[in-house]
């Protein structure tokens, strides 16, 4: 795996923190996360999906939730300090942040966007999110991970 190291597990090392890399079985197009957890034998709890959205105020926000949840955008924009938030169009992700659908993580982005992760990555000893590219995913302490993207975390999945 070390030579299939990405930007994301770089970023990792420079700040000194400790990960697991894993890797998953895939195909060109995204796995689900539900699929992710499941081909890495995860709680899915555990493993989180990056999602980006657009605030009313034309900022972009990043949502980092359970792969099993859905984002509640009411939720998530008062997280944000937004009127309203929406989901960005898959084709401005790449340019946005510079990774694929399926592929997002809140490490590396081409810019710090404000993030945030929901609360119940408190409850879990390890977190895991997209090492940024397909079939590639870091497990780390969730406190580590919050620091480095210096996110906030809230309720913002739904019930």
């Known amino acids: 795996m070390a030579s299939d190291k990405t930007n994301v597990m770089r970023v990792l090392e420079q700040h000194k923190i400790t990960y697991k890399p894993h890797e998953y079985p895939h195909g060109k197009d995204a796995v689900d996360g539900?699929?992710?957890?499941e081909l890495l034998g995860q709680n899915p709890d555990q493993v989180f999906k990056?999602?980006?959205?657009?605030?009313?105020?034309?900022?972009?926000h990043v949502?980092?939730?359970?792969?099993?949840k859905e984002l509640d955008l009411k939720k998530a924009?008062?997280?944000?300090?937004?009127?309203?938030?929406?989901?960005?169009?898959?084709?401005?992700l790449l340019g946005l942040t510079g990774y694929v659908r399926g592929g997002c993580s809140?490490?590396?982005?081409?810019?710090?966007?404000?993030?945030?992760?929901?609360e119940s990555v408190n409850n879990v000893?390890?977190?895991?999110?997209?090492a940024g590219k397909i079939?590639?995913?870091?497990?780390?302490?969730?406190?580590?991970?919050i620091k480095l993207v210096r996110a906030t975390t809230a309720h913002i999945t739904t019930d």
Do not use: N, W, Y
């Not at 539900?34 to 957890?37: D, E, I, Y």
């Not at 990056?50 to 972009?60: D, E, H, I, P, W």
């Not at 000893?125 to 997209?130: A, L």
């Open 34 to 37: 539900v699929s992710v957890a």
């Open 50 to 60: 990056t999602l980006v959205a657009r605030g009313k105020s034309g900022g972009f």
């Open 63 to 68: 949502f980092v939730i359970p792969v099993a």
């Open 77 to 92: 924009a008062k997280a944000a300090g937004e009127k309203s938030v929406e989901m960005v169009h898959v084709k401005e």
């Open 106 to 118: 809140p490490v590396g982005m081409k810019k710090a966007f404000p993030t945030v992760f929901d």
């Open 125 to 130: 000893p390890t977190v895991m999110v997209s």
């Open 135 to 145: 079939g590639f995913q870091i497990e780390c302490a969730p406190a580590d991970l």
